[in-house]
């Protein structure tokens, strides 16, 4: 089992190294170089720092959900369901209806017995994290409309 999986991280690692590679050949390397090299430093180190922190309290968010019905799920389990779900989120072009569905799944097979209270979960969790999103939309209207000058109202 541990051979299985040492050979599976080794064929996953090797071909997103490829496709790495690939796309940086696509883009051209010059291209890739001349913008990494006049980033500001500090962004480039921010940005997937903050992603990882963002993405784990989306996760705790819904593991306080599921802890609050008394499922058995384990941060752990939750955590790898949820990263199931942000991965078939960016790469199917499906908005996010693919993502929710992996969760419902992955979640039906380690709570059988539970669906119907997980997919309450997954149903708050989505509210609850679509309103901020909406009042962060909001603030960044009236920003950009009445201070800054741009939009169909200025």
């Not at 922190?53 to 819904?62: D, K």
């Not at 790898?80 to 942000?86: D, F, G």
Request: contains cysteine; neutral net charge; aromatic residues 12%.
């Amino acid at each position: 089992m541990l051979r299985f999986r040492v050979l599976r991280f080794v064929a996953v690692t090797v071909a997103g190294l490829l496709l790495l590679f690939f796309l940086v050949d696509f883009v051209g390397l010059e291209e890739v170089y001349q913008v990494v090299s006049n980033m500001d430093h500090r962004i480039f180190v921010l940005a997937p720092a903050s992603a990882m922190v963002s993405s784990h309290v989306y996760i705790y968010a819904w593991y306080v959900l599921l802890r609050g019905l008394g499922l058995p799920l384990g941060f752990k389990e939750a955590w790898k369901v949820m990263w199931c779900n942000i991965f078939v989120d960016q790469v199917l072009p499906s908005g996010s209806i693919g993502g929710e569905a992996t969760r419902i799944m992955l979640l039906s097979k380690v709570t059988p017995d539970s669906v119907g209270e997980g997919l309450a979960t997954i149903v708050v969790h989505r509210i609850c994290s679509t309103v901020p999103f909406l009042a962060a939309c909001l603030v960044g209207l009236v920003y950009f409309t009445f201070y800054l000058g741009v939009g169909p109202l200025a």
